[in-house]
């Protein structure tokens, strides 16, 4: 007889994509169904959290039926269900966790819960099997932080932003630039038409530590085109973001290269929505090379950087085995992180 | 036939097992609270009292709003993904429709309400019309001096019902003196059994996937962006990718 | 009304520190200014006089940060991103009748959701030098008068 396949149902709803994936042993996609809102936020220029919870009630149940079509499997096939249960937006996170206690309850499954952040690494996994002690650099809308991986589904934040997060500095100088939301992916081909003519500061550079600081690059880069809006005088747009894309990578990949000389590591997951930048996966692909370290970078497909439900199965991959298992008061939590090293 | 029936429209949370007419259970709970702890659990307390399995609960009903949005949003998608993954029929009763039901013996016009805060009210007007409880004016966010303006034109005896009432006390009193009649607190409250019982005679919703809250209300802004655009033509704001 | 000139983050940090110390549960302070102009620095000074330890970050991207480690709990928003569309769905009334303090950057964006009394604190950036600043502390009712003399008793 053969084995029993381990199949995971699992559900991510925790900003403005609903999502539902059937996982096969952790690193086998057999349906990642993502419905995005993202058409229905732009009209707003960013996530209206009322909007994104009404939404994602109207897609739950819709998306979950697709996947477990697509993956051609039925409730008795099921392993586990797995939810994404923070950090993110509490009105959408609750949509996700509600479904799936309901839907894990009814068929008495067990229920996981999964660290978003956890899930945005594990996205990796979809590329290759992941060795560990390893280091994730995580940049999205929300955060920046380097973790350290001791072991599979073990997280330990040993650099993080003091401020702004860097997705959310794209953000804000986007909207200095007349770049609709979200502005990321716009800025990122601006920069690789223009120069780094402005030379922003690079913040935090020269202390020890891992952290990371982009609040003063977002007021230099405000006070940049304001003082130049005052005398009249308009700044190419393509230099701008150059400049500004320049000082992000540059403090991003020092700050994970010093990371990575200073721990034993072989592997290195970019991971988040921002790990869709050419400019950043470019500049530390070459910064690897340079540094002669054995260092491996996987940064997952684009498809995979983005929130999904897949992730989340291969996190919860890890999570089954350890057997961490929620109970029916599971809660969505909003602030939710990992912790932070001593 | 078995119907589970749940309601987390404001503050409490309810919930009822019924056999056809016959309440096995109920259990309500009102103090302030995250209902996403709370429903799950005494679903489960419920089922387990009552020593029923899920799998043979043959009708979910669910109080579809208006309320608080993400209170509203807990029962909603917990009643929706039940139904939906054992196949079985949902029905959705308004939330205002189930506590004027907890008024009977009485042909006078019923009038529950929920503060939606700002000087407005989710409120209908409801009547018990040849032993079935009616609709007079349906379901609407209003402003309260609307409201009563309506009511004093009606000039007729009305009972208030909810826990929201009290906030509107002295105004419903001023408007329409003896006219306004005022309830109990166990009137006041949410039953999950009564609310089930409304879903005996009513219509399963035709297609699980849609159902939703009926909020009542558009978030402000998507208020606001219509005024300045014009929504019709547009594709859906949702898409698989 | 009372007024500072800042000029450097520091002495931004060092005025809301004072202010942290004497804040109250419920307190609520609304921070006016434009991006960058030291919204943000504010609130960790605030946080250090509350005694929390763990970094003050931007809570754009989630809307509210909460951080429990302190005197008493502090609840940081950001709603810059509900510009023109209002935040009566948010609960946030629910902050500001908390055991909590709770601060509020771009607040005229939620105008009709505020409670009736408040500190304001207004960030006005130096045209001739960008890390100078203005700060203007502006009492609404009685209890946020008294909370303003006691941090600034001198």
Redesign the interface.
């Known amino acids: 007889m053969s084995k029993k396949r381990e199949l995971i149902l699992a559900f991510e709803s925790s900003c403005d994509e609903?999502s539902v994936a059937v996982i096969e042993d952790g690193h086998r996609i057999l349906s990642n169904?993502?419905?995005?809102?993202i058409?229905?936020h732009q009209?707003?220029?960013?996530?209206?959290?009322?909007?994104a919870?009404?939404?994602h009630?109207?897609?739950?149940?819709?998306?979950?039926?697709?996947a477990l079509e697509e993956a051609g499997v039925t409730?008795t096939d099921l392993t586990a269900v797995a939810v994404t249960y923070g950090?993110?937006?509490?009105?959408a996170l609750?949509?996700g966790?509600?479904?799936a206690?309901?839907?894990a309850?009814?068929?008495h499954l067990p229920l996981i819960p999964i660290n978003h952040m956890a899930g945005h690494i594990y996205a990796a996994r979809f590329v290759k099997p992941l060795e560990y002690p390893l280091l994730a650099l995580l940049v999205s809308?929300?955060?920046t932080e380097l973790v350290l991986m001791a072991a599979a589904g073990e997280f330990e934040i040993i650099g993080?932003?003091?401020?702004?997060?860097a997705?959310?500095a794209y953000d804000?100088i986007g909207?200095?630039l007349g770049v609709p939301y979200p502005a990321g992916k716009e800025i990122d081909r601006l920069a690789h038409l223009g120069q780094d003519t402005f030379d922003f500061p690079r913040a935090m550079l020269k202390e020890e530590n891992l952290d990371f600081s982009f609040?003063g690059l977002?007021?230099a880069f405000?006070?940049t085109v304001h003082h130049a809006d005052?005398i009249g005088e308009t700044l190419n747009r393509e230099n701008l973001a150059a400049s500004f894309q320049a000082s992000v990578v540059e403090v991003l990949t020092e700050k994970t290269m010093r990371a990575a000389r200073q721990l034993d590591v072989h592997q290195l997951v970019v991971a988040g929505g921002v790990a869709a930048n050419q400019g950043l996966r470019e500049e530390l692909a070459e910064a690897i090379k340079a540094s002669g370290l054995d260092l491996d970078l996987i940064v997952p497909p684009l498809?995979l950087c983005g929130d999904n439900g897949a992730m989340i199965g291969a996190a919860a991959h890890i999570e089954l085995k350890k057997e961490t298992f929620a109970n029916?008061?599971?809660?969505?939590v909003?602030?939710l992180d990992f912790p932070y090293r001593a | 036939m078995k119907l589970l029936a749940m309601d987390t429209s404001n503050q409490a949370v309810s919930v009822a097992l019924l056999d056809d007419q016959q309440i096995l259970g109920e259990m309500t709970v009102n103090i302030r609270q995250t209902h996403s702890q709370t429903l799950l659990p005494m679903v489960d307390q419920l089922l387990k009292q009552t020593q029923t399995a899920i799998e043979t609960i043959d009708r979910f009903v669910v109080a579809e709003g208006p309320g608080s949005y993400t209170g509203l949003r807990i029962a909603v998608t917990t009643a929706k993904s039940f139904a939906w993954t054992l196949n079985k029929p949902l029905v959705g009763i308004s939330s205002l429709a189930l506590l004027a039901a907890n008024i009977v013996d009485t042909t006078a016009l019923i009038v529950p309400l929920f503060d939606a805060r700002r000087a407005n009210v989710f409120t209908g007007v409801y009547q018990w019309q040849s032993g079935s409880l009616q609709t007079v004016v349906a379901d609407q966010h209003v402003s309260i001096e609307t409201l009563l303006a309506r009511l004093q034109l009606l000039a007729e005896p009305v009972y208030f019902v909810g826990n929201d009432v009290a906030h509107f006390k002295e105004e419903l009193q001023a408007a329409l003196g003896s006219n306004a009649h005022f309830v109990g607190a166990n009137h006041n409250l949410p039953h999950a059994s009564v609310l089930g019982k409304l879903g005996l005679l009513a219509e399963p919703v035709a297609d699980i996937h849609r159902f939703g809250p009926v909020y009542l209300r558009k978030t402000e802004a998507e208020v606001n962006w219509a005024k300045t655009h014009d929504e019709r033509g547009t594709e859906s704001y949702v898409e698989q990718v | 009304m009372l007024e500072f000139k800042t000029i450097n983050p520091e002495q931004t940090i060092a005025i809301a520190k004072q202010l942290g110390q004497q804040v109250q549960a419920g307190d609520v302070l609304l921070l006016d200014g434009d991006l960058g102009a030291g919204k943000t620095t504010f609130t960790k000074g605030l946080a250090a006089g509350l005694g929390i330890e763990r970094y003050v970050k931007s809570p754009t991207f989630t809307l509210i940060r909460e951080y429990q480690d302190g005197r008493l709990p502090l609840y940081h928003m950001d709603v810059y991103r509900l510009e023109e569309t209002g935040a009566s769905d948010l609960g946030l009334e629910e902050y500001f009748d908390g055991n909590g303090v709770s601060v509020v950057e771009w607040s005229q964006f939620i105008a009709e959701e505020l409670p009736s009394d408040y500190l304001t604190i207004h960030f006005n950036k130096d045209v001739r030098d960008d890390q100078v600043r203005t700060l203007v502390l502006e009492p609404h009712g009685a209890h946020y008068e008294a909370l303003v003399r006691a941090s600034f008793a001198d």
């Open positions: 609903t169904i993502i419905a995005t809102q058409k229905s009209r707003f220029g960013g996530v209206v959290p009322e909007v919870s009404r939404h009630v109207e897609q739950i149940t819709f998306c979950t039926q697709a409730y950090p993110g937006l509490v009105g609750l949509i966790v509600t479904a206690k309901a839907i309850y009814a068929h809308g929300g955060h993080d932003t003091r401020d702004d997060a997705g959310e804000k909207r200095v609040s977002k007021s405000i006070n005052q498809r029916l008061t599971l809660n969505a909003p602030g």
